[in-house]
């Protein structure tokens, strides 16, 4: 701006000739910060940026001048960008007034954070007697919860109950760790299945006997077969029968009879088929 001096007052002037020269003033630009603000969002979501991610210390500003605002850029803003922090770029600053100040951009941080998702043991079954092998594969979940070309693959399993021995019963079948492709964007809870052991068919069945015509027939109560061994370690102790035909009065004749009880030691829940003999 042009400056024009108007009045020269002081002392002796009368003794010069006083020449008026313009002078100009110049009005520099004021320094105004503009800080980008910290946001956040979730594995798998896109960040749309409104703009009005900054602060601005109103004392900054002159003159009922405003920041109204801005533009902001991040590699982050994707649904793909892995979980992590990023750099927040603002500019592009727009309001009124602004052409008065020197503009200081500041960056800010976008936190990506994990997505949550649920993995759960599947409920598989074993029939009592045999071994349990895991295909790794036991498991479920929403694949529609994955992004993009992410996946869980494989899984590893235990559960107590993948020997033979492991009694009849529902078991808990627990998650130890998964594999598959990033998996390190995701909080993953993993819940528990059920590894579930079955009775195993077993048949006994009386042998067929004999005795003379007017005698008695005692009974060991051994006088049975099984149609396959038990498993190690199970075994029946003895088998009381009935038949009408262990009289000395039973005519001659084939007369059947059947198990009536039977004590098993560490397999009762096992044995399921009985058949006659005669």
Not at 189 to 205: E, P, S
Request: aromatic share 10%; glycine share 8%; hydrophobic share 40%.
């Amino acid at each position: 701006f042009p400056v024009t001096i108007l009045v020269v007052n002081g002392s002796g002037l009368a003794n010069y000739e006083i020449a008026i020269e313009k002078g100009n003033f110049k009005v520099l630009k004021r320094n105004l910060r503009i800080q980008a603000l910290d946001v956040s969002k979730v594995y798998g979501d896109n960040y749309l940026a409104s703009g009005k991610e900054f602060f601005v210390d109103p004392i900054s500003l002159a003159n009922n001048d405003t920041v109204q605002a801005l533009t902001l850029a991040s590699t982050g803003f994707v649904a793909h960008a892995p979980a992590g922090t990023y750099v927040i770029v603002p500019n592009n600053a727009t309001g009124r007034g602004l052409e008065n100040y020197n503009l200081q951009y500041n960056n800010a941080t976008l936190y990506v954070t994990r997505k949550n998702i649920t993995v759960s043991a599947a409920t598989i079954t074993k029939t009592y007697g045999d071994t349990y092998t895991f295909s790794a594969k036991e498991f479920n979940y929403d694949k529609a919860q994955m992004i993009g070309t992410d996946s869980i693959d494989s899984a590893q399993l235990q559960s107590a109950a993948t020997i033979a021995k492991a009694p009849v019963g529902d078991h808990q079948l627990s998650i130890v760790s998964l594999s598959g492709y990033r998996l390190e964007n995701y909080n993953i809870k993993m819940l528990n299945g059920t590894l579930r052991v079955t009775q195993k068919n077993i048949t006994i069945r009386a042998n067929n006997s004999t005795k003379p015509y007017g005698e008695l027939l005692n009974f060991t109560g051994k006088e049975f077969s099984t149609d396959q061994g038990l498993i190690a370690g199970d075994s029946i102790y003895f088998v009381i029968f009935s038949s009408a035909g262990i009289e000395p009065s039973a005519p001659v004749a084939t007369t059947a009879f059947s198990r009536r009880w039977l004590m098993a030691m560490q397999c009762s829940t096992t044995i399921s088929v009985i058949c006659q003999g005669s």
